[in-house]
């Protein structure tokens, strides 16, 4: 069964010239039984030209989309092309291949339809900064108030998905800053979310694009809309039950 899974590694890439080679050439290394997409998110530095000229397989997006529509559109291409699993990784050199194997197994043994690779499981490798871990302990906490789910490392954007939710994610998928809204909307369909221990590295060039104000405008933003996730969840459930309701009186 696990030799029939069909598995694509999304790789969102917005100038990252000076990491996407290594990470292209790491990565088909280690895991060769593995398809992957460079999402080239309308970059101004060179990552589209070294796609080019190495050949890679990617997706160029002609304007800037942002890391939910560039892994979106990730997630259309594998469910057109009829893949089982997705999994996103960084175009940054954080996410370790090496990992893949221990992030697809509870798929692979139907214990879990997201599977979160978690930094902060076991504490080792690249942590972030403290500022960061204040953030993502206090998204984490809210996450639990609204689903009931407690999940560590809410903001890790190495994740893998079955089939279910390689749909699900085709067809809506947060835009801006997605990880932690991404892990509502799954525990709102039902989906069984899991992490796993793995070890992260620093980002191995170039610069993130994630500054002090962004990191405020990301709480406030975030914080928003996992409520009104929440919320709107709640309003589709009663419309449904009230719905059948009325057809049940018929």
């Not at 893949?100 to 043994?109: Q, S």
């Not at 599977?115 to 499981?121: A, N, Q």
Request: charged letters at 25%.
């Amino acid at each position: 069964m696990e030799e029939r899974n069909r598995v694509l590694i999304i790789i969102p890439a917005y100038n990252e010239s000076e990491n996407i080679e290594h990470v292209i050439d790491y990565l088909t290394k280690q895991a060769p039984w593995c398809d992957y997409l460079v999402v080239n998110d309308g970059s101004t530095d060179s990552t589209l030209q070294i796609c080019e000229r190495e050949r890679f397989h990617y997706l160029n997006l002609p304007i800037n989309m942002g890391i939910g529509g560039a892994v979106q559109a990730g997630y259309v291409y594998a469910c057109r092309n009829g893949y089982d699993i997705a999994v996103q990784m960084d175009g940054d050199g954080q996410h370790d291949a090496a990992y893949l194997e221990t992030l697809l197994e509870p798929l692979r043994k139907d214990e879990a339809d997201v599977v979160i690779g978690s930094r902060f499981l076991e504490k080792e490798g690249f942590q972030s900064s403290a500022s960061r871990r204040t953030g993502i302990n206090i998204l984490s906490f809210l996450i639990l108030l609204t689903t009931g789910k407690r999940i560590k490392d809410v903001t890790s954007g190495y994740r893998a998905v079955n089939r279910r939710f390689i749909e699900i994610y085709s067809r809506d998928y947060p835009m801006d800053y997605p990880e932690p809204e991404a892990i509502v909307s799954a525990i709102m369909h039902l989906g069984r979310v899991r992490e796993v221990p793995v070890r992260m590295r620093a980002r191995e060039g170039g610069t993130s694009s994630i500054t002090f104000g962004r990191s405020v405008y990301y709480m406030i933003k975030v914080t928003l809309a996992i409520l009104i996730c929440r919320m709107s969840y709640g309003l589709r459930r009663a419309k449904k039950a009230e719905t059948a309701k009325g057809g049940g009186r018929q």
